[in-house]
């Protein structure tokens, strides 16, 4: 099996404050460990309509701004400011991403040449995107599952096929709920995703909003290659994913124990292993003959 890559995802748990995630990004390389950070990149104004734009936050506990288009502003980097990020990240030896949430942000990021970007679930039938990505980046294209039908998963990989794309997609098997309870992860759709795209796509992956480390672990258990999960320094903070998130201990147990149980998942590859010898010698010397 392929040792699993784990994904932080940021995202804007940084507070729209780039001290914060260059501490996140060497806090998530030296002490949790992981393969990936990402972030996430959106054209607020291209996004809302001018009265969800000058709406107040649903949740003004959370907000950064009097209305929700202030509060997505202050939380967002420009292009610039992601180039800063993906420096940053190629020093601690990570791999920078973001997903994009509109054409303009792809645009932007596919500019800075990252190795892959992702597709939220909430973009994933967003032909503009899917259609620019497919003609003009080279690099691989990670696609969220979350509220999708099966035949519109259908309609994603076909589309990628078609562009002759697919072998660079990853799908990622995925709940859209912050957080989700345990019940509604549904792990087995890893298996099922596999069983019909396996082949078809570059590989399977997992992407949580739940609590806990567990379920990761078996989600690697079923096949999945990539794990993404939320990631901040502190739960308590305000915005709507910090709730969602793994603090750095838990992040860096994570990636331990994925790492661990990849490890693990392999037959015997002789009858009796190296590991054993000494003890068959010790324990079964009187029962080795036995018919």
């Known amino acids: ?85 993906k420096a940053w990240c190629e020093e601690q030896g ?3 991403s973001t997903s994009v949430w509109d054409v303009t942000s792809a645009k932007e990021i ?17 032909k503009g995107i899917l259609n620019y990505l497919c003609e003009n980046y080279p690099g691989e294209i990670h696609l969220s599952l979350g509220m999708t039908t099966h035949q519109e998963e259908e309609q994603i990989v076909t589309f990628f096929e078609d562009r002759e794309r697919a072998k660079d997609l990853v799908l990622y098997s995925c709940t859209s709920g912050y957080p989700v309870p345990f019940e509604d992860i549904c792990l087995l759709e890893i298996s099922r ?13 997992f992407s949580g909003h739940h609590l806990g480390i567990a379920v990761d672990v078996a989600a690697i258990t079923l096949g999945a290659e990539w794990v993404e999960r939320h990631y901040t320094l502190d739960r308590t903070w305000r915005g709507t994913d910090h709730a969602a998130s793994l603090e750095p201990d838990g992040l860096r147990r994570l990636a331990r124990d994925c790492r661990a149980v990849s490890r693990a998942l392999t037959h015997k590859s002789v009858e009796v292993l190296d590991i054993e010898t000494v003890q068959r010698n010790k324990l079964k010397k009187n029962q080795i003959k036995w018919q």
């Open 1 to 85: 099996m392929k040792t699993p890559k784990i994904i932080a995802e940021i995202g804007c748990n940084h507070k729209g404050d780039m001290n914060i995630a260059r501490e996140m990004i060497i806090t998530a390389a030296m002490f949790c460990k992981v393969d990936v950070v990402k972030f996430q990149k959106r054209n607020n104004r291209e996004l809302l309509s001018e009265e969800e734009y000058n709406t107040p936050h649903p949740n003004p506990i959370n907000a950064y701004g009097k209305t929700y288009g202030e509060h997505r502003e202050y939380l967002e980097f420009d292009i610039y400011q992601h180039q800063q990020l």
């Open 193 to 205: 995703l596999r069983q019909r795209f396996e082949g078809r796509v570059m590989s399977i992956g």
């Open 110 to 126: 596919t500019s800075l040449n990252p190795r892959l970007i992702k597709i939220p679930s909430a973009c994933n039938l967003n």
């Open 94 to 96: 990570l791999v920078y």
